[in-house]
């Protein structure tokens, strides 16, 4: 017989209640929770990985956000086939406790993370989102990718551009774009000052 691939109204709610649950569990103990959702954390400078990710990459200096597993997961592959260091990694999945603000938040202060690269999938809270990423990017460089930036219309995309604009981070469109961010970011040494010269052959 064939089975249904799709989860039930009744599965959903379900999970739903378990998940609101666990939170209320992790809260009166005490505990900070990652998820519900989520492939987990990386840090590898302590070879934590509590996580779901098939690679490990090597300490180094950039933090990755992103609320997708997959999309972690992918952007820690890639991390590893070319030698990018990475600081911190993290899947905030549904975010109950600890989501991409929290996170933002620790990076900004975080003495091994010189540059960050997230990707944002919907924002609930926008103005607490722009306050948070704007202290981050004027602590450190930050990378923003909207993963479902080709959904947006006219004027979503022109006030999520304006948003990014007003933070200080740097939007990229595709996830070719970030990767290549990702690359130059994780550079050991960083442009400072004003000796920085950029030469173009057009107008």
Known sequence: PIRECCASDAQVAEELEASRSLARLASRLGIRLVGPGSIGIVHPASKLDA???RAMPAPGSLAL???SGATLAA??????GSGVGVSLAVSCGQGRDIGTGQVLDFLTFDPTT???ALVVESINDSRAFVSTLRAAAR???VVVLHAGGQLLGELERAAFDAAIARSGAVRVDTFGDLFSAVES???RRMPR???LGVVVNGP
Not at 75 to 80: F, G, I, P, Q, T
């Open 65 to 67: 956000i992103t609320r």
């Open 75 to 80: 952007l820690l592959d890639m991390a590893a």
């Open 185 to 187: 970011l994780s550079a």
């Open 114 to 116: 010189r540059s960050i």
């Open 193 to 195: 000052g004003e000796r």
């Open 51 to 53: 996580s779901f990710a």
């Open 139 to 141: 602590a450190k460089p």
